[in-house]
C-alpha cells in the first residue's frame, strides 16, 4: 500500500524506527521524505553513503550537516555544489588536505567559511589575506590570533579590512597612530573605541571632521578632563 507523502514523511521522523523501513524511505521517491531519513542520528552508515550520492541537493545537504560523516563521504560532498560545500566547509576536524582544497574554491562564501576555522594552518591564513576578494580578506582581518606580518598587510588594504583590523586587540601602536589618521571614517570610529588609546590620539580623534567619530569619542568613560 502506497501511503500519501504526509504519512510517509511522518514515519521518517518516528523516533524509533526499523533498519528495513528506513531503507525504504531512502528510496522514497519525495525529496522531504529522504532528507528526514538523512537526519536520523540511528541512519546506518550505508544509507549515510547512499544519500550522499542522491540526485536531489536538499537530499545531500542533509547529509552534509551531519557530524558523523566518514571520511570519504566528506571528500565526496567537498566537491559538490555551492550549498553543500558551505556545509562540508563548516566541519569541525575536518582532514587538512580538504581545508586546503576548499581555501582554493571558486565560491566567495566557502572560502570565507575557510577563513574563519580555528584550525586554518598559517600558509592558508596567509593564502587567503591575498585573495581577490575583500569579503575574505575581511574574514581574516577579524580572526582573534594573526602572524603579525599579516595584521600589517591587512592594515593596508581596502577600508573594509582596515576597519577590521582598527578593532582587533593587541595592535601595536604604530597601527593605532596610522589607522587614527586613515581617511575612512568608519576605520577611525573603530580607533576610537578601542580600550588602549592613547590620551593624545583621543584629543586628536576629538577634533576630527567626523561627526560619527566625534560621538564615539565622546561616548568614552575615560576622557581626559580639559
Request: hydrophobic share 40%.
Given at each position: 500500500e502506497h501511503y500519501d507523502d504526509d504519512v510517509r514523511f511522518a514515519v521518517a521522523e518516528r523516533q524509533v524506527l526499523p533498519v528495513y523501513i528506513m531503507e525504504k524511505l531512502a528510496n522514497d521517491d519525495d525529496y522531504e521524505v529522504k532528507q528526514a531519513i538523512a537526519g536520523r542520528d540511528d541512519l546506518p552508515e550505508r544509507l549515510v553513503e547512499r544519500l550522499a550520492s542522491d540526485e536531489d541537493e536538499d537530499v545531500r545537504y542533509a547529509i552534509a550537516r551531519r557530524d558523523d560523516l566518514p571520511k570519504h563521504v566528506v571528500e565526496k560532498l567537498a566537491g559538490d555544489n555551492y550549498n553543500v560545500k558551505s556545509v562540508i566547509a563548516s566541519h569541525k576536524d575536518l582532514p587538512e588536505h580538504i581545508v586546503e582544497k576548499l581555501a582554493g574554491d571558486e565560491y566567495v562564501d566557502v572560502r570565507v567559511i575557510i577563513a574563519g576555522r580555528d584550525d586554518l594552518p598559517d600558509h592558508l591564513i596567509e593564502k587567503l589575506a591575498d585573495d581577490d576578494n575583500v569579503f575574505v580578506k575581511q574574514a581574516i582581518a577579524g580572526r582573534e590570533?594573526?602572524?603579525?606580518?599579516?595584521?600589517?598587510?591587512?592594515?593596508?588594504?581596502?577600508?573594509?579590512?582596515?576597519?577590521?583590523?582598527?578593532?582587533?586587540?593587541?595592535?601595536?601602536?604604530?597601527?593605532?597612530?596610522?589607522?587614527?589618521?586613515?581617511?575612512?571614517?568608519?576605520?577611525?570610529?573603530?580607533?576610537?573605541?578601542r580600550d588602549d588609546l592613547p590620551d593624545h590620539l583621543i584629543e586628536k580623534l576629538a577634533g576630527d571632521p567626523s561627526e560619527d567619530v566625534r560621538k564615539r569619542i565622546a561616548g568614552r568613560d575615560d576622557l581626559p578632563q580639559h
Open positions: 590570533e594573526l602572524p603579525q606580518h599579516v595584521v600589517e598587510k591587512l592594515a593596508g588594504g581596502v577600508f573594509t579590512v582596515r576597519g577590521e583590523i582598527a578593532r582587533r586587540k593587541n595592535l601595536p601602536d604604530h597601527l593605532i597612530e596610522k589607522l587614527a589618521g586613515d581617511p575612512n571614517a568608519d576605520v577611525k570610529r573603530g580607533i576610537a573605541g
